[in-house]
């Protein structure tokens, strides 16, 4: 089993929906859970931290569900500027560069 | 402006001839990183570096090396190219006590 898994995608959603995805992680022992987001070519950049609370940031709202190992992202009243890639990222050590694993990503695309 | 930089920017060279990918960060961060990512792969480690001295494989080192002389900086370099490594390469680097990773802007690498 993968270390972490997202769907790939791509997600067609019209301007103004709600859509959500998820990504599963297969260490339980992970601790720090994030999103980030990824533009065509450009680098990744941090979207939010996933709390074991969850956590919401505008219309960007993110969960954490330990029992089945899996971290969401729903973003609401999408924009067309919100089509890019989404990849989920999981630090299983003590922190920093060595313990983080990326997913591959989601791929989204808002249509007018 | 907190950054973290990447030179050169675009690169086309041939197999075996010894290029290296400057990275440098303004950030004071003791963690950088190298990553490739590839279509279908996502990003995967390639080296990663906790402090200066200190560097350590990631999942994928095989072909390159890097040093840590300084805070600031963590070149990349491959002594003998290969048409395996054409991929699209980040520096990232993270404080140890803050997960965020910050990313360059990316080096897109094409080896013929």
């Known amino acids: 089993r993968k270390e972490v898994e997202q769907d790939p995608g791509p997600f067609n959603v019209p301007e103004g929906a709600t859509v959500a995805f998820n990504c599963t992680y297969s260490?339980?022992?992970?601790?720090?859970f994030f999103w980030y987001r990824q533009d065509c070519r450009k680098e990744p950049k941090l979207l939010m931290s996933?709390?074991?609370s969850g956590n919401e940031d505008g219309r960007f709202t993110a969960q954490l569900n330990r029992a089945s190992q899996y971290i969401s992202l729903l973003i609401r009243d999408s924009k067309l500027s919100d089509s890019a890639t989404y990849l989920c990222?999981?630090?299983?050590?003590?922190?920093?560069?060595?313990?983080?694993?990326f997913g591959k990503g989601t791929h989204l695309i808002i249509q007018p | 402006e907190a950054q973290v930089t990447q030179n050169p920017r675009y690169l086309i060279t041939v197999t075996g001839k010894k290029l290296t990918v400057t990275c440098s960060q303004n950030?004071?961060?003791?963690?950088m990183s190298w990553y490739r990512q590839d279509p279908g792969l996502g990003l995967r480690q390639i080296y990663y570096?906790?402090?200066?001295?200190?560097?350590d494989k990631g999942d994928v080192p095989e072909g390159y090396k890097v040093s840590r002389k300084e805070k600031r900086n963590f070149p990349l370099i491959l002594e003998s190219p290969s048409p395996n490594q054409t991929s699209l390469y980040f520096c990232?680097?993270?404080?140890?006590?803050?997960?965020?990773?910050?990313f360059g802007p990316g080096t897109r690498l094409t080896v013929t």
């Open positions: 990232a680097s993270s404080s140890p006590t803050h997960y965020e990773q910050y």
């Open positions: 260490n339980s022992a992970s601790q720090s």
């Open positions: 996933v709390y074991s």
């Open positions: 990222v999981v630090n299983t050590a003590g922190g920093g560069a060595d313990g983080l694993t």
């Open positions: 950030m004071n961060h003791e963690y």
């Open positions: 570096s906790m402090n200066v001295e200190v560097t």
